[in-house]
């Protein structure tokens, strides 16, 4: 049976150290591991471009790249590159258009007309793609909401392959070790981890803190700064690791973390390690579902109070372990996408 040929579109973001790991990552993955036809188109989100003229560009472009292509599915990673899809859609060169959104948020723009502008292409984008994939259960309420019809309305979370995801035995993980990945979301909050860990390593010493991804270098004992990694390498440390920090929180200039997902936790829970996730962003919802971690305010005493809970109380910790991974094997990304394609 021919399987249909899919045309990827997606922006992605780099940092000094190199691109980060996204969604179209692991789309690109699962394609490659089933042997899938696809091309993929990838943009960068940041350019000294004016953003219009970026924008016709890259519309433009992906439209002649589409008609050449002569793929039948297309799959468009945020409303610009959905929108092109939807074009192709109407001259006839692409049979089936996905607009895949995988972070949402009411003021993307401080410009008031570009902000209009972006959320009327979102709309309009979610209402005339084939199917609409949204990355978190709060953005498929929001398209509810918009009047787009539930048959095209697809949860697709920032999950990882569960199989890619390690899971060692107990006996190999280090308890005391507490992982956490940064981004630039995080920036706001380093200072009340590293405050909070500092408490709690005087009732407990000997515990040791990682923290990945580009940010502030700052000495603190048992703090260690390892900078951005590469993926597979990410996965192994955490793999080690006893109890994963999540913690965001909302601000004007990261307003999209409410309809976000974080592929990170979703990476920690995979990989068999308890969550302590703030409630901000929406995986915390499936966190308290599935008890596979403790979902806190950003305040310290609670996240004090949560990595007390998880590393005194072992049967806690195995149990929020062993759903964990339960969450993670429901959420794989590779049983999600061969039902979506």
Request: aromatic share 10%; hydrophobic share 40%.
């Amino acid at each position: 049976m021919k399987k249909d040929r899919i045309l990827l579109v997606s922006h992605i973001y780099s940092t000094k150290s190199g691109f980060v790991y996204g969604p179209v990552n692991v789309i690109e993955g699962y394609l490659n591991n089933k042997k899938r036809k696809y091309k993929l188109i990838k943009y960068s989100l940041v350019s000294n471009t004016p953003l219009l003229i970026k924008s016709l560009w890259e519309t433009l472009n992906t439209i002649v790249v589409g008609i050449k292509s002569k793929a039948d599915i297309f799959i468009g990673i945020d409303p610009l590159n959905a929108l092109a899809g939807i074009i192709l859609k109407k001259i006839h060169a692409i049979k089936k258009t996905i607009f895949y959104c995988v972070d949402y948020t009411p003021t993307r723009f401080q410009n008031k007309l570009v902000n209009y502008i972006y959320l009327w292409i979102d709309k309009y984008c979610a209402l005339n793609s084939d199917e609409v994939w949204n990355v978190s259960t709060r953005i498929v309420a929001l398209r509810e909401n918009q009047g787009v019809l539930r048959d095209k309305i697809k949860f697709v979370p920032n999950s990882p392959s569960f199989d890619a995801c390690v899971r060692l035995p107990i006996s190999k993980i280090n308890r005391n070790q507490i992982i956490m990945v940064i981004g630039q979301t995080h920036s706001a909050i380093v200072d009340l981890v590293l405050k909070s860990f500092a408490e709690i390593s005087k009732k407990i010493p000997n515990l040791r803190l990682k923290i990945i991804g580009a940010g502030k270098k700052r000495l603190q004992k048992n703090v260690e700064f390892l900078g951005q990694l590469e993926n597979k390498k990410l996965l192994k440390i955490i793999s080690k690791s006893g109890v994963a920090l999540a913690i965001y929180t909302f601000s004007k200039d990261y307003s999209w973390i409410y309809y976000g997902d974080s592929k990170k936790t979703r990476e920690y829970l995979a990989s068999g390690v308890p969550v302590i996730i703030t409630d901000i962003v929406g995986t915390s919802d499936d966190i308290k579902k599935y008890n596979a971690g403790i979902v806190i305010k950003a305040k310290k005493d609670d996240l004090v109070n949560a990595i007390d809970k998880l590393m005194s109380d072992k049967t806690f910790w195995k149990k929020s372990r062993n759903n964990a991974i339960k969450l993670g094997r429901d959420f794989d990304i590779d049983s999600i996408l061969d039902r979506m394609l």
